[in-house]
């Protein structure tokens, strides 16, 4: 397939709001939302649950419905403007009224839920069965069941007040200060100044001097700011555990696991079959040491490249190569992708000012998608490209559906986007056009595993175990660095010869307020795209139509459920994840067999 199309590696976000942080159209539909906001509060206020029909409750769904649209757009559009340049000062003030305006809804959310809560379970029931609300009974429940265990209404709208300056005010401030940051380097006699984004793409140079110093440099910059960021970690942990405390919550997983609408039998049984199977893992970091010729990794050699030459592709490359092999699998992934590389949807340009790291975010209202990164041509930049890709082609398959099902949670949103990743990756290993190129692809699809079975597990370990500390108070810097290298060292098998104390600092997963646990959904998400993978490459080019109802369904049914539906297995049970972890051994074998 010839392709002769240049794809341009910067959005336009003029097609949703023109005017980037200065738009009179942002300022005039936020105007608009907050005042129906007001109007619908005043509504709800005036809602009386009790004896309440269908229409009734049907009316208040369907005029919340098309605001939460309207809401999402503009909360995703600020998302953009402060995520491509940290300088922006207008943004900046964006975001903060973003915050205000979130709490305000977020009030009239609890609101609601509190008055569902009134109904009685049978007159409840019979609402659920009416024509009205049947499409949208499992949304509506769920936040009623979760309304009962919250406290009384102006307590939790006291709380969602105090936490747009204060709880997700702590989040803000860490972003703003990390977007700031930046290390510095010298290259042909000038000084060139890398974001901390920029900085990470780094350490998958084919050169371990320069990983190392990338490094060293990166661990210098996070220490210079770890006091700040200690205080950040432990603010947002301390207001967590005073409202799990008033609601009279003893585990700190309630929250993520009600969130991802997943049984603590499935996470137990995920985690257990992983610390079960780790020994191939460790034999391949082994391995890899000694292709490197290290005795043995540090943390920084994890992402190096097999081999003395790295190929780095094109972002125009890059689309292409993900169009094609979407395609295969799934047309309609493939037109998806294709429309978002060729409509601007996406922030890839490798500059500096720009926000680390990567995310997708949608615009339900205009079905539109966004997607922001940092793209150097790495394989590793084609693997995140594709991934945020999986993202927006699952919101792409909801847009039609009514906004209430349109909810995922984040375990299965991260299915979406590693069976993306996953469809390329083995493409590449079967198109392999000698032993050391499929050395190498194997290499990259093997680390992946190592990613969601070591450094997520990590993650999970530190800040169990972190929150257990911080109950007993404030956690100082240094306690913070032991914690973390002692769950590094537990989740890597102590396997490599440094660590990343400053790894807490430095991923703004633990420092994000709208998602608690922001670890664990990975490893669930990708072991859950393998068993669909499996089930795929059984059934052949018939599954798109699975695929997409499975994703569908994610908004609408817990994850036990959705598994149990779509690919007929038990999620509580160790088999399910035991066969998905024996396809990454199988990978591992295979790269062991290749370089004896």
């Not at 392709?3 to 300022?27: M, N, R």
Request: with cysteine.
């Amino acid at each position: 397939m010839t392709h002769t199309k240049e794809y341009v590696p910067s959005w336009d976000l003029e097609s949703i709001f023109a005017g980037g942080s200065q738009s009179e159209s942002l300022q005039q539909k936020f105007s608009e939302l907050t005042k129906e906001i007001a109007r619908m509060d005043e509504q709800i206020e005036h809602f009386v649950p009790k004896n309440a029909s269908a229409a009734e409750l049907a009316a208040i769904t369907d005029q919340l419905s098309p605001m939460q649209k309207q809401l999402r757009d503009v909360f995703a559009f600020i998302s953009c403007l402060s995520a491509q340049d940290v300088h922006d000062a207008d943004a900046t003030v964006w975001v903060a009224k973003r915050g205000e305006l979130s709490a305000k809804m977020g009030a009239i959310g609890t609101k609601l839920d509190q008055k569902l809560k009134e109904i009685d379970d049978e007159a409840w029931d019979q609402l659920m069965e009416s024509p009205e609300l049947k499409e949208i009974a499992f949304p509506l429940s769920e936040a009623r069941y979760r309304a009962k265990e919250l406290l009384p209404l102006d307590q939790e709208i006291l709380i969602n007040d105090l936490a747009a300056d204060g709880y997700h005010a702590w989040n803000q401030m860490y972003e703003t200060v990390v977007g700031n940051m930046t290390v510095t380097e010298e290259e042909n006699g000038e000084t060139k100044h890398y974001s901390m984004g920029q900085a990470s793409n780094k350490m998958s140079n084919s050169d371990r001097n320069v990983r190392k110093e990338m490094f060293d440099k990166t661990q210098e910059e996070w220490k210079k700011n770890a006091a700040l960021f200690g205080q950040t970690l432990n603010h947002l942990a301390g207001f967590r555990l005073q409202m799990y405390r008033h609601r009279g919550w003893d585990d700190v997983l309630q929250e993520p696991l009600e969130n991802n609408r997943m049984k603590k039998e499935t996470l137990d049984a995920m985690w257990t079959a992983i610390e079960q199977n780790k020994a191939p893992f460790v034999e391949f970091l082994n391995r890899k040491a000694k292709l490197l010729d290290i005795d043995k990794l540090s943390i920084y050699d994890i992402g190096a490249p097999l081999g003395k030459s790295v190929t780095n592709v094109t972002y125009t490359e890059a689309a292409n190569r993900i169009i094609e092999q979407f395609q295969n699998f799934s047309p309609k992934m493939s037109n998806f992708a294709k429309t978002a590389f060729e409509n601007r949807w996406i922030e890839a340009e490798d500059r500096a000012g720009k926000r680390p790291g990567g995310f997708c975010t949608s615009f339900p209202n205009t079905k539109q998608t966004r997607i922001f990164m940092t793209f150097s041509g790495s394989a590793s930049n084609i693997a995140t490209l594709a991934h945020e890709l999986g993202h927006g082609f699952h919101q792409h398959v909801m847009n039609d559906l009514h906004i209430k099902n349109q909810g995922y949670a984040m375990n299965v949103a991260e299915t979406a986007s590693t069976f993306a990743e996953m469809i390329l990756a083995d493409a590449a290993v079967k198109e392999a056009a000698s032993k050391e190129e499929k050395v190498a692809l194997l290499e990259d699809k093997v680390r992946r595993g190592v990613t969601f079975f070591m450094n997520i597990h990590a993650r999970f370990l530190f800040e169990t175990k972190f929150y257990e500390e911080r109950k007993n108070g404030m956690v100082p810097v240094e306690k913070l660095n032991q914690l973390m290298i002692a769950a590094q060292k537990e989740a890597y098998c102590d396997a490599l010869d440094e660590y990343d104390p400053m790894f807490w600092a430095s991923k703004l997963h633990f420092h994000k307020t709208g998602t608690p646990f922001y670890n664990f959904p990975y490893t669930f998400g990708y072991l859950f795209s393998l068993g669909i993978y499996a089930h795929a490459r059984e059934q052949g080019s018939g599954f798109e139509d699975e695929y997409i109802a499975l994703l569908q369904d994610t908004g609408r049914m817990t994850v036990e459920d959705l598994a149990q539906k779509h690919l007929g297995v038990e999620l509580t049970k160790p088999d399910f994840w035991e066969k998905a972890i024996q396809l990454c051994v199988d990978d591992v074998n295979e790269f062991m067999e290749l370089t004896e």
